[in-house]
């Protein structure tokens, strides 16, 4: 459905009916005193006052249809509809000549059009007043019927000076004296002429201000232009972004009927492009000097105060304050609160605010993109409730033998829920005719507490837990392409057979691949757990590779290992060897830094520049080190452009150099020609065009983003493996359609390919279409290659049918899952659904061996940030919250992985705030690179502490839930 959004007096007045879904309170009050006028010597007025686009002009033909459909009224009143802006209206005489146009116009009378002609001629204005009013009610007793005057933006007619005093108690006079007379006007703000004393329209009107829709009107009209039916949680961020605002509320809604509340944030760029000519008229139509208080203040963006708007604009105080308080007057700007005797002002419309930081303030940008990517997270719909009330409303419908099993699934599904606040959600979103069966005993256990925890503890003795991870072991090695991570293992684990391994290291005919053993063997000599640091003269002699080089790739592998005292060791014997080569100080430098001993690796790292200063890879090494680890982001820049200055065709650096502007600069055109350079040198190399397609991501440019991961490839295998890497990518930004599109490419060229099959299951967990998701979990465990053994596709099949309610067989494919749990090669992601599905199934007995097994996994992939905040959450599901502080702020570190699970955050912090750690929790976030993402979360931490905050509406509103969400819990 197609709402006017700015031009409702165009609809149909049946049309007009059927959508107005909103501000129904006040159109009940306006025909109430229409009503109530009826047989009155003296009509009661009314104006309603309201900014632009508050829904004046809908509420005014709607009060219009409604005449002509309550025959009582119809039979009593004609309505005349005066024109939006009233721009011809120039003294009172003209006013009553512009009622008598509309009426002819709406009539489609040649009487009132032949009387209008007539008195275009009359130049007196006395009598031309007299004229046209006698005109207008000599047609109106012709009729039998008083009339109502329908008048918009009444205030331009005194603020603009249309009329002036004179005209204005012209008008007062007839409108109290005239009882066949009724006006009903509108304001975009309060004025002079209503509030002043000693002036025409003083308390002439019962005036009603149109406050912002109420979350439930913002819900009706979604409904209406979706339609389909939406919570009021998930309305919540349409609320804020719009202020409550009807006429934004339709552009948006009008968006988001075809699309997910998740690409709100990617297209809202393209969504107020698509409406730039109304949002840029707010600028245009004002006078200069209110233009430039005016923008000052979108560009703050904060409530601010006049002096804050006088510095920004070279202005002094009183000068700002007054023309504030034009602004006010035109309904421009608002008060957002007072403190004494400040006031704080901002934009009364909230998404031209948006629309000028994401068009005007590139810097600012950002701020507002991940505003209101929090509040798309933190309101994400839960299906749950959704699947609940369905159920419920089905369950009512059914006789008494048919419902038992839904009975029980309800039973399971509230039972079964951890979170005492999801419980409550749960419960209030069962249909409360559920209640009334005969049948109902297994329902009363949902709102019993004490039952529930029987349920729960009884659940727990029943399942035979204690599920053990089955460790592999490393078998002997048959040839010379044996596996050399393998072989590393295999030597720490049976030391006695060193002498046999450089036996068979000796035997091999490949010098490279010599080394590589050799490299391998020497790592058992710096593994803690071997008392002997002396290495082999075999090892140290190899001339294959030479020691030194031997000794710095070693170093590397055990860092990679998270083994960092023995790569220590390595590199420091490889600069005693030879210390004039800069290469184990280099390593050395990067070694100290993931151990956060920044001092010592940026010594390291300078000295390997002083020893070679020629030497691109040290200015890159280092450039990398002040990215990310000291974020001095300017010296950064200088030594990126060190590393491609010396080496100008070396592809890494040129790469490297080009994402650190595309993605800490922001300066995309000059990150553009630096990728450029790269292709130009390596046309087929694969890693360019990774990070140029990033690049294209940044700038919103999906779809040739896509496009660039199917042509840079020549061979098919190497498209799908791109393509199932790409869904990846947009599956992290959290562009589901991009990453699913992708998938079903893969699938559609390799139709066996069970990743995809995985993934694409994973994307329909996510956004809550579990049939689809539980049937491409399916088809991926037929096709994996470890069969039904396979860790990961089990646990998620486990998860989707606890989404169901179905436990007891998602208890089934955990166990599954579990037997087949090889800690020593697990991977994150097998790690993360196992926990998630502890948690859902409620096995807390887990939380221990879970704790076991992160430490395991992490350790066997360091720096891996997923780790972490899984880990925090075991760890305060353990009741361990100084360790689990450390884990989500070690988590919190890498800003662009953190950006992607603000709601997974957020329900961290809220957890953390009620367990009474709030202030350490808001210590945390402040000294986060993740902060500039969070701003909504550490707003809500602050006002939850009782801290003066100063923040964006946008921001405010979304922390005030989240401190109501804090304070639930009972």
Known sequence: MRLKKHNPA??????????????????????????????????????????RGMGKTTLIMRAVAQLHN????????????????????????????????RLAERLESY????????????????????????????FADKHKKRLIVFVENFNMLFNDKQLNEKDGWLLRETLINEPRIMMVATATSRFDQIENINLAMFELFAVRELSPLSLNDCKNIWNLITNSKVSERRIRPIEILTGGNPRLLVILSSFAANNSFKMLIEDL????????????????????LERKVFVSLADIWEPATAKDIGKSTRLNVNSASNQLIRLVKRGAVVVQRVEGKKKYYQLAERLYNIYHQMRRRGGQSGRVKTAVKFMINYYEDDKLCHMVNSISKECVKLT?????????????????????????????????????????????????????????????????????????????????????????????????????????????????L?????????????????????????????????IYDNLVKLGAEFEENGQFDEAKQALEEATTIDPAVGDAWSSLGRNFAKQKQLKKAETHYTKAIDLDPDNARYYYAYAIFLTTAKTEYDKAGEYFQKSVNLEPQNVNNLVAYAVFLTYIRKEYVKAEEYFKKAIDLAPHNTYIYSGYCLWHIYQ??????????KDMFPSRSEIYNCESFWGRIFYLLGRFDYAMQLYENVLTNAPNNWYSYNSIGCLYLITGSLEKAKTSFSKALDLSPA????????????????????????????????????????????????????????????????????NLAREASPGHSGYAHTHAVILAELGNWDKALEAIEEFLENDKFASHFVGDITAFFIHATRAGHAGKSLELLNNSPSSQHLEPLIVALQKHLGQQTNAPLEVYEVAKDIVAEINKES
């Not at 038992?404 to 399971?412: K, M, S, T, V, Y």
């Not at 072989?487 to 490279?512: D, Q, V, Y």
């Open 514 to 546: 010599k080394n590589n053993y050799l490299t391998k063997l020497a790592e058992f000599y710096f593994n803690k757990d071997n008392e002997n640091k002396q290495m082999p003269d075999q090892i140290k002699e190899d001339d294959s590779g030479g």
């Open 10 to 51: 165009l609809l149909p007045p049946a049309e007009l009916i059927k959508q107005f879904v909103a501000r129904k309170n006040d159109l009940d009050i306006l025909i109430k005193i229409i009503q109530e006028n009826i047989g009155r010597k003296a009509n009661q007025h009314i104006m309603f006052i309201g900014s």
């Open 700 to 709: 919103m440019k999906y779809d040739l983003a896509q496009e660039m991961c």
């Open 787 to 854: 069969g039904d053994k396979d860790t990961l596709i089990n646990a998620n099949i486990g998860l989707v049918l606890g989404k169901f309610g179905q436990f007891e067989e998602a208890l089934q494919y955990f166990n599954k899952a579990m037997a087949n749990f090889s800690i020593d090669n697990a991977k994150w992601d097998e790690v993360d659904a196992i926990v998630r599905l502890c948690r859902q199934l409620n096995l807390s007995d887990y939380y221990l061996k879970a704790e076991k097994w992160i």
């Open 70 to 101: 309550i025959k009582t009224l119809n039979d009593y009143w004609l309505p005349v509809v005066m024109a939006e802006e009233s721009y011809v209206v120039g003294n009172a005489g003209e006013f009553w000549l512009e009622a008598i146009l």
């Open 269 to 288: 760029e393209s969504l107020i492009d698509d409406h730039t000519d109304y949002l840029k008229s707010n600028t245009e139509s004002l006078p200069p």
């Open 400 to 512: 008494k033998g048919e419902r038992r099993d839904h009975l029980e699934a309800l039973d399971n599904l509230i039972d079964g829920c951890n979170d005492p606040e999801m419980k409550k959600r749960l419960i209030s979103s069962l249909e409360p005719e559920i209640f009334n069966c005969h049948d109902k005993s297994p329902g009363l256990r949902l709102l019993r507490k004490e039952t529930c925890d029987e349920q729960s503890n009884s659940t727990k003795q029943k399942v035979g837990y204690g599920a053990t991870p089955i460790k592999g072991e490393f078998g002997y090695y048959q040839n010379e392409d044996s596996n050399l991570t393998q072989l590393a293992g295999f030597i720490k684990r049976k030391p006695g057979i060193i002498e046999k391994a450089l036996r068979e290291i000796n035997n091999c005919s490949n010098s490279k």
């Open 111 to 138: 009487e009132l059009d032949n009387i209008h002609n007539k008195l275009l001629d009359e130049s007196d204005n006395k009598i031309l007043y007299e004229k046209a009013l006698g005109a207008l009610l000599d």
